[in-house]
C-alpha cells in the first residue's frame, strides 16, 4: 500500500524560530512536490524537485529530496506569521496523478 | 497570472441526485485533473484526463462518475447518483505536461449532499 506520512501533523511555532517538516515516502517516485494550503483554499505549488539531491529555496522555505532514503524535508527558516498553513508533499506513483502526504498544519505564533 | 477557475464555489445537492461541476482550466495546457478533499482530511487523486481521453483514475473514481471537455475549454466532473459521502471539495487542475511542470489548481467546488 503506498504511503505518504509527513511528520509532525500539526506545528505550532514561534516567530523567528527554525524547524523542518519530514515527508516519507513508500514507492518510488521521479519527482515530488510540495504545496501550501491556507484555510478554506487552494492549493499553492511551492517547489518541484526532480532528483536525487535536488534542493531549492524561495524565501524562508528550503526543500530538499533523498530519493534513496525516500525523503524529503521542508525547512522553513525564521518563520514569520504569514508562513501559517497547511503544507503537503505529493509523490507521483502514476503517469502523471499526485499521491498527496497527510499535511503538516503549520501555525506560527508572535 | 493564468488561473484554473471553477464553478460553482459552493454546490448543494439532495442525495441521489446528479451534479455536475464545471472548470477551465489553463487555456495552454494539456492535462487534467479532478481531486477532492474531505473536510479536514488529504487531497485525493480521481482522475485525470488527456488528449479527449482518462489517463488514469483511482479506486474513488466509480461508475457514478465521468468527465467531459465538451468544448474545447470546460473540463466537467458529473456525478450520477450522489451520495452523503460525495461531500467534499473537489479541486481542478491543469498543467502543461506531464513531467517537469506543477499543476495548477482551482479554488475549488465545495458539494454538500443533503
Known amino acids: 500500500e503506498l504511503k505518504v506520512e509527513q511528520n509532525p501533523l500539526f506545528l505550532s511555532m514561534q516567530e523567528g524560530k527554525n524547524y523542518t517538516i519530514y515527508c516519507n515516502y513508500s514507492?518510488?517516485?521521479?519527482?515530488l512536490y510540495w504545496y501550501r494550503q491556507d484555510p478554506g483554499k487552494s492549493l499553492e505549488s511551492l517547489f518541484v524537485?526532480?532528483?536525487?539531491?535536488a534542493v531549492k529555496q524561495e524565501g524562508r522555505l528550503m526543500a530538499s529530496l533523498d530519493t534513496k532514503a525516500r525523503l524529503s524535508t521542508l525547512h522553513i527558516t525564521a518563520a514569520v506569521h504569514d508562513l501559517s498553513a497547511t503544507y503537503f508533499c505529493?509523490?507521483?506513483?502514476?503517469?502523471?496523478?499526485?499521491?498527496f502526504g497527510t499535511g503538516t498544519r503549520l501555525t506560527v505564533i508572535p | 497570472e493564468p488561473e484554473v477557475t471553477q464553478t460553482p464555489s459552493h454546490q448543494v445537492t439532495q442525495m441521489g441526485q446528479e451534479v455536475i461541476l464545471r472548470c477551465v482550466p489553463i487555456?495552454?495546457?494539456?492535462?487534467f485533473y479532478w481531486y477532492r478533499q474531505i473536510l479536514g482530511q488529504k487531497v485525493e487523486f480521481l482522475v485525470s484526463f488527456y488528449n479527449n481521453e482518462i489517463s488514469e483514475k483511482s479506486e474513488i473514481f466509480d461508475d457514478q462518475f465521468s468527465v467531459e471537455r465538451p468544448d474545447g475549454s470546460n473540463f466537467t466532473l458529473k456525478i450520477r447518483s450522489t451520495k452523503l459521502e460525495d461531500s467534499a471539495m473537489y479541486f481542478c487542475a491543469s498543467s502543461l505536461d506531464r513531467g517537469h511542470q506543477p499543476q495548477h489548481f482551482g479554488d475549488g467546488t465545495r458539494l454538500s449532499i443533503l
Open positions: 524537485l526532480l532528483s536525487n539531491g
Open positions: 514507492t518510488t517516485s521521479d519527482r
Open positions: 487555456s495552454n495546457h494539456l492535462y
Open positions: 505529493a509523490v507521483v506513483p502514476g503517469a502523471n496523478n499526485l499521491f
